[in-house]
């Protein structure tokens, strides 16, 4: 074991960290990786392991495909690459390389980590697309393959950024206690919880007046798996169709994610599910001007965790006026 370990027979000399720190999704960086392992199963490839197959691209049907020609040769590829506006990227004299693996690693040492990751990820939507036609007969245009690369990558990268801002603000500490709203003002917690098992996303929400005083509440749940910041998101867009429905217009949301509240103050867009239900949320806002959304911590969004948490005990959709059992401890020492 101590000799294959330390044997050089599988290690291929490269620029493997430039891959690791492309700025892309982790499945677009892995992809990167099989294409410069030479674990792609392209047609060539399985030639090479004898299986038998038909050789031919099959998405133009015209060339043998191996991994210079899925992703660079091919015409769907390379009009794909001008739709992404990497163009410039796939003619560059210093990546003509005669091996996909060579190419990439070129890329890695001469371009940004931004660039290199927005190439991983057109690489990864080719891939997907050859994938498409040859199991489905389902294929795109080029013009859509390279948009999609392109929003795809924009809306990750502008996640990441927001994700990694959060975290390096430090200072900011934020309520660590809840806090009741001014005189005139309602406060709506709001928060998603994800049960193990059930495939569930479930939100809690509830509404309190400037004395502490549980108003309205409302739980829901929906049998489907989304992200954390997904969920948050849609949490917070139904508390604020709760407000409407119940006439409240003076109302100040608090969520525990940071990655949301500044998603909506710098006004990202995408295509992304994510940043569309933020648009929906911005949208909502022009529409209330006395709409605000605030930041806490976890320790101050106790009321709306618990409940989305309960929501799973209880029917899909359940509106309430008297304090639940599970939060009536924690709105009692809140009032305080």
Known sequence: MRYIIGSDKYHVVG?????WKAQASHKARHL????????LPTRYRLLERRVKCNLNCPVCDEEIEDEIHIFFMCAVARD????????????NDAYQQSNAMDRIFAMCSNESS???GRVAMLLWCIW???????????????????????DAWSDWYSVHKLQSNSESRTTEAGLVRW???ALGWVKCNVDVAFVPGSGRTSVGLCFRNNRGQVM???????QTVMSSVEGETWALLLAMEEARHRGLDRVQFESDSKVLVDAIYMKRRGNSEFLSIVHDIISFMSSFLNFEVKFVRRQANSVAHTLARAANSWSSFHRFENIPLC???????EMQ
Not at 327 to 333: K, P, S, T
């Open 15 to 19: 620029n493997w960290n430039g891959i």
């Open 32 to 39: 990167l990786w099989r294409l410069c392992r030479g674990c």
């Open 80 to 91: 794909s690459w001008c739709a992404a506006g990497l163009s410039s990227v796939l003619h």
């Open 114 to 116: 931004d660039i290199v």
């Open 128 to 150: 997907q697309n050859r994938n498409d036609k040859l199991w489905n007969d389902n294929v795109q245009t080029p013009r859509q393959i390279g948009r999609y690369a392109f």
């Open 179 to 181: 806090e009741k709203p």
């Open 216 to 222: 309205a509440g409302l739980t829901q749940w929906q």
């Open 327 to 333: 939060i009536e401890h924690l709105v009692v020492n």
